[in-house]
């Protein structure tokens, strides 16, 4: 899985990059990304707000995650459909094969 690079925005105050620095170091971001990434897989298509309902995760973990884990190549972002849960438009995300050229998929 990859690790943040940035942790935290450079305007963020202080305890939000301490926060940031803890959920790396510790492994709880390495955690929640392979949590992210089974959840895709077990439930391509759906939006993160879906995946969270589907799968029993925060919402807001994978909101963070799923950017990272497309960042990584381990997922990728599908088209916006509306999303059953909000109402809202929201994009699809699906799980990404072994040697998959992304560009080609989106």
Known sequence: ?????????SSDICT???AAAFVVTSG???DQQAQAV?????HPGMTSMQLSRAAGL???MLGRR???????ELVWRGPNV??????????????VAPGVNLELAV
Do not use: F, N
């Not at 799923?66 to 990584?72: M, N, R, S, T």
């Not at 509306?82 to 799980?95: E, H, I, L």
């Open 38 to 42: 089974a959840a895709v897989k077990r």
């Open 1 to 9: 899985m990859t690790a943040l690079r940035h942790a935290a925005r």
């Open 28 to 30: 709880i971001q390495k």
């Open 66 to 72: 799923l950017p990272e884990l497309l960042k990584a």
């Open 58 to 60: 925060d919402r807001y």
């Open 82 to 95: 509306p999303c059953p849960v909000s109402g809202r438009s929201a994009c699809t995300w699906w799980p």
């Open 16 to 18: 939000s990059h301490e």
